[in-house]
């Protein structure tokens, strides 16, 4: 597509339920990332994918959190067992490469845990 | 630890005025700045960077100064236009690092 996409845009859930978001970058660009928004924050860091190698994991904030990317494209973010701290902005984002400043961002999924 | 500031959760200015944004940031290791410009709903779109070498990049109506011995930089709009109105994101990394840490943004509300 012409754009990242992210589905879906809306996420309402229960406490305790499990998720999963999607993110579909631009064709051709090899490095893809997780950032998530709360209220009244900026952007923080979650996961990054580049390429082939092992994904940087370091800014996902606790073990419920995962992510994978298959074939090097589409990827998904899943939160186990939400809670309400949870809720949140949850943002995708790829580029060319890793070296390539700009990043293209989706419009992002608002979860929301009851 | 909030490593990118912006202290200014909104500004307000006229159309055809000049508006300034404001970022501090606390690590000397970053090296390269960036504003990302956000519209409701919307994923933030890239604006306009700036290397550590550099002391200001232009580019069309947009402008971004670096001051790197007070560690602040700032976004200049002129002449600021309705459609301007959005939050803006100061960005920054080491070039040797992918990650982006981000501000909280400003909301730029520009008005006719």
């Known amino acids: ?7 879906p845009s809306n996420k309402v859930t229960e406490k305790g339920k499990d998720v999963e978001l999607r993110c579909d970058p631009i064709s051709g660009h090899t490095a893809l990332y997780w950032y998530r928004q709360s209220l009244g924050q900026g952007l923080e860091f979650l996961i990054y994918f580049q390429g082939n190698s092992a994904p940087d994991k370091s800014g996902l904030p606790s073990d419920r959190f995962s992510a994978e990317r298959t074939g090097g494209s589409v990827s998904t973010l ?11 902005v949850y943002l995708c984002a790829s580029s060319v490469d890793r070296d390539n400043e700009k990043l293209f961002f989706g ?7 009851l | 630890d ?3 500031k912006q202290n200014s959760p909104s500004l307000s200015v006229q159309e055809g005025r000049i508006s300034i944004l404001n970022c501090d940031y606390t690590n000397s290791m970053f090296d390269y700045f960036l ?17 550590s070498i550099k002391d200001k990049n232009e580019d069309g109506r947009f402008t971004v100064f670096l001051n790197k011995s007070a560690k602040h930089l700032s976004l200049h709009i002129v002449p600021s236009q309705p459609g301007d109105s959005a939050v803006y994101f100061c ?5 040797s690092n992918y990650k982006l840490t981000f501000g909280k943004g400003t909301l730029l509300t520009v008005n006719p």
Request: hydrophobic residues 30%; without cysteine; proline residues 4%.
């Open chain 2, 2 to 4: 909030q490593q990118v």
């Open chain 1, 107 to 113: 419009s992002g999924t608002q979860l929301s845990v």
């Open chain 2, 91 to 95: 960005a920054a990394r080491r070039w």
């Open chain 1, 1 to 7: 597509g012409a754009g990242v996409s992210q589905s």
């Open chain 2, 35 to 51: 504003w990302y410009k956000k519209y409701p709903a919307e994923g933030p779109t890239f604006l306009i960077s700036i290397s």
């Open chain 1, 78 to 88: 899943t939160i186990q067992r939400t809670q309400q701290e949870d809720s949140a």
